[in-house]
C-alpha cells in the first residue's frame, strides 16, 4: 500500500475531529455532504480504510470493503433521488487526475445536468 497521511482532512472526519454532514455510513464506508458542492448532490463517499488512491483500494481492500463501498454508492444515490434523473461518479487519482485529498473517495454528482466528459486535448 502506498504511505498514507493519517493527518488528511478524510482521516480526520473519520476519527471525529472534523464534523460532517453524514448521509450514509456502514462497517466501511462513510458517505458526507461535499463543503463546495458543484451540484445539488455532491456526496463525498469514503471507505473507512487507509487507502490513498483507488488503485490502492482496489489491490490492497477486502471483498467486504469492497462490496460496503458498493452498497454505499447505492444508498447515496436512493437517498438523494438521482437514480430516475441520473447522476456522475468521479474518482480523481492521483497527480494527473488531480486529487486533492490523499485518501481515495468518489464523488456522486446529481440533481442537475453534469456536463459532457472531459474534452479531447488539441
Known amino acids: 500500500m502506498s504511505d498514507y497521511d493519517n493527518q488528511n ?5 473519520l476519527r471525529g475531529e472534523i464534523p460532517n454532514d453524514t448521509v450514509f455510513e456502514n462497517a466501511h464506508t ?3 455532504r461535499d463543503i463546495e458542492p458543484q451540484r445539488p448532490t455532491h456526496v463525498l463517499v469514503i471507505p473507512k ?13 477486502s471483498k467486504s470493503e469492497h ?9 447515496v444515490t436512493d437517498a438523494e433521488s438521482v437514480e430516475s434523473g441520473g447522476y456522475r461518479l468521479v474518482v480523481n487519482n492521483g497527480d494527473d487526475g488531480n486529487q486533492e485529498v490523499p485518501h481515495v473517495h468518489m464523488h456522486v454528482f446529481g440533481g442537475a445536468n453534469c456536463g459532457p466528459m472531459i474534452k479531447r486535448q488539441s
Not at 480504510?49 to 481492500?61: I, N
Not at 462490496?67 to 444508498?75: I, K, L, P, R
Request: without cysteine; glycine residues 6%.
Open 67 to 75: 462490496s460496503a463501498f458498493v452498497e454505499a454508492v447505492a444508498a
Open 9 to 13: 482532512i478524510f482521516a480526520k472526519i
Open 49 to 61: 480504510g487507509p487507502y490513498r488512491t483507488w488503485h490502492d483500494f482496489a489491490r490492497d481492500g
Open 30 to 32: 462513510l458517505a458526507f
